[in-house]
């Protein structure tokens, strides 16, 4: 698990600094002071002083309640992680001489992996003899990615790596 932003912010205490730029709870700006004098005002309003912007100077720190802050703040990293489809690269793998049906059957999976919005590699093993006849597993690839043109793009044409030959497949944006 990961989080979109992991911010430690200082709070209360933790803040040292001589002097802060102080910010109400509302969001109106209550001017530069001293940071004990912001802890007093957030302690009489029984609320956390939170230095938001560290890097300015001075410091801006606001008075809020950090806890329900925080609790937002996980609410709303949630919800952006949730509408978030993770990419992955699938794999099918074939060999030069494989059969209509067979290669139907990869060709359906294929469909299904692109229209699910994950890349595609698309791969021929070749084996023994059957390396003297790269160029039927090269067709082979170009039918393959043919088939798929409607659901994805050619994103790398057919390369012959040691004893497999590859082509790379990416869904179509669809409109939404």
Known sequence: MFFISNVNYQINEEITDSEV???DEDGTQLGIMSSADAMKIAVEKEVDLVKIAGN???PVCKIMDYGKFRYEQAKRE????RHQHIVEVKEIRMSPSIGINDFNIKLKNGLKFLKEGDRLKVTVRFRGREMAHTDIGEKLLVKFAEECAE???VDKN???DGRHMSLFLTPKQTKH
């Open 21 to 23: 730029r102080l910010i």
């Open 158 to 160: 057919p390369k012959l």
């Open 78 to 81: 949630k919800e952006v992680r």
């Open 151 to 153: 659901v994805g793009n």
């Open 56 to 58: 300015s100077k001075p």
